[in-house]
């Protein structure tokens, strides 16, 4: 549904993008993760029309972006970075604009204009100027503006960027509900965000793809994966009681959760309950014990961390 195939661009000397090749597949959530100036907006903009590739190419549905530029934007929903929209105009004004450039026409504009308006609750300012929103409602507005024609796939440039904690979560119950049958390019800087809507993540540095993997398969990564954790009212009791314990290869402390986690020995998988019957024999008080999933910002650093300082 999107693909890129050794697409890249250049602005003198510098790379911003390298020879990046993916594909995603229709039902995908995919998301883009990298630092700032990775590369990631670039990629979104050559791959909606919006900048034309130094070299490579990309295609959505099987329109080529460079050959076939107006089928592949016909079928394709952008959010750009910052929901650019002209401020002097309305939500409601802006959205009927869109919609003729759609070229959306009779019933089936006003479904989609009703659906847009009611899915992102915009109601209550749809007669205010774009100028005077909250950023939360001008990204609302992009975001409505980029699926009012129901598109096939979408690219969505940070699409929770200035959104409170309810409309985000609104936000990415429409994204899971949009992939059910579409396939989304979505760029965030909220990993959270990533294990919470995305089916598989691209981590790109300095132009370049570093990983891709689902998301469970990079928190696997993590020196947390599967390392067991508690809260103990002597951490340095509860480090005595499970040292030389088989399977557990170290500790650490994290002094300001006061939380202790017991790491396993390689491919070992220490057991919550083990840990647990081991402390009690000993006599050590403890809470919240559980097993951790891994954290995807530390696996995150590990994987741009070196791309960066080179």
Known sequence: MIEATALSKRYGRVNAVDSVSFKAEPGEVLGFLGPNGAGKSTTMKMIA?????????????????????????RVLGYLPEGAPA????????FLDFIADLRGLG??????????????????????????????????????????????????????TDGLDPNQKHEVR?????????????????????????????????????????????????????????LQAQDSIAARAALDGMPGVSGFELD???????????????LLADVVGDRLRQRSVAFAALRTEHGRLDEVFRSITAPEAKA
């Open 49 to 73: 029309g919006f900048l034309a590739p130094s070299a490579g190419t990309a295609s959505v549905c099987g329109h080529d972006v460079l050959a076939d530029s107006l089928a592949a934007r």
């Open 106 to 159: 009779g019933d089936h504009r006003r479904q989609r204009l009703d659906f847009v308006i009611a899915r992102l609750s915009l109601s209550a300012v749809l007669e205010q100027t774009i100028d005077t929103l909250s950023k939360g409602f001008k990204r609302r507005v992009g975001l409505a503006a980029a699926i009012v024609h129901d598109p096939a796939a979408l690219i969505l440039d940070e699409p």
């Open 173 to 229: 119950a429409l994204i899971a509900e949009l992939a059910k049958e579409r396939t989304l390019l979505l760029s965030t800087h909220i990993l959270e965000e990533v294990e919470a809507v995305c089916t598989r993540a691209i981590i790109i540095a300095n132009g370049k793809i570093l990983a891709d993997a689902t998301p469970a398969e990079l928190l696997a990564r993590s020196r947390y994966h599967n390392a067991i954790s």
């Open 86 to 93: 002209y401020g002097e105009m309305t939500p409601r004004s």
């Open 255 to 269: 002094e300001r959760e006061q939380r202790l986690y017991v790491f396993p020995q390689g491919r070992t998988k």
